[in-house]
């Protein structure tokens, strides 16, 4: 779970510089969309995955196919080219119907990870707060290492790969 906040914040810096390609306006509203669609991603994604994984019995397989699509649909959204972006517009909502649904995938890991670890309700705290502990390390150190180290030496493309390998590998970790 340590990977999924790595990869989940290292693609938050990664969204925020390429939007910031995409809207030349304010870095304000890049920074603050990228924010928002994360929060509403994890919001929706954690009220699906209560109603689609609660009772499943393969967790690590959805848990896997999650980070997968995740890594995929930050990849193929991120890697449009620039004319399709210019094309939709400028509206600030095209580019949130877009960012949506990795960050909704994203969303759903939690949640779904807890119950993978957390098999007794009455020890349910306690699971829960290691695994935003562990989530929330992986976080830091993914935006850190992305924002100060991968972006500077190796560019945007070299980096949203990586971010990519790092939820592929993830999740075929978890299939495994």
């Avoid at 959805?62 to 991120?78: H, N, R």
Wanted: no cysteine; hydrophobic share 55%; glycine share 10%.
């Amino acid at each position: 779970f340590f990977s999924v906040g790595f990869a989940a914040l290292g693609g938050e810096v990664l969204w925020t510089r390429y939007l910031r390609l995409l809207i030349r306006e304010n870095i304000v509203y890049t920074y603050t969309l990228t924010l928002t669609v994360v929060l509403v991603g994890i919001v929706i994604g954690s009220i699906l995955a209560s109603h689609f994984f609660d009772r499943a019995v393969s967790r690590a397989r959805y848990f896997g196919a999650l980070q997968v699509l995740t890594g995929i649909s930050v990849l193929t959204v991120m890697m449009l080219p620039p004319d399709t972006w210019q094309r939709m517009g400028k509206e600030l909502w095209i580019y949130f119907i877009f960012l949506l649904p990795p960050a909704v995938l994203s969303g759903a890991s939690f949640p779904l990870a807890v119950r993978m670890v957390v098999a007794d309700v009455s020890r349910a705290s306690i699971g829960t707060g290691r695994m935003a502990a562990i989530n929330m390390l992986g976080s830091i150190l993914g935006s850190l290492l992305v924002g100060f180290v991968s972006l500077p030496a190796f560019g945007l493309k070299i980096s949203l790969l990586f971010i990519t390998g790092v939820s592929m590998a993830t999740g075929f970790t978890a299939w495994i």
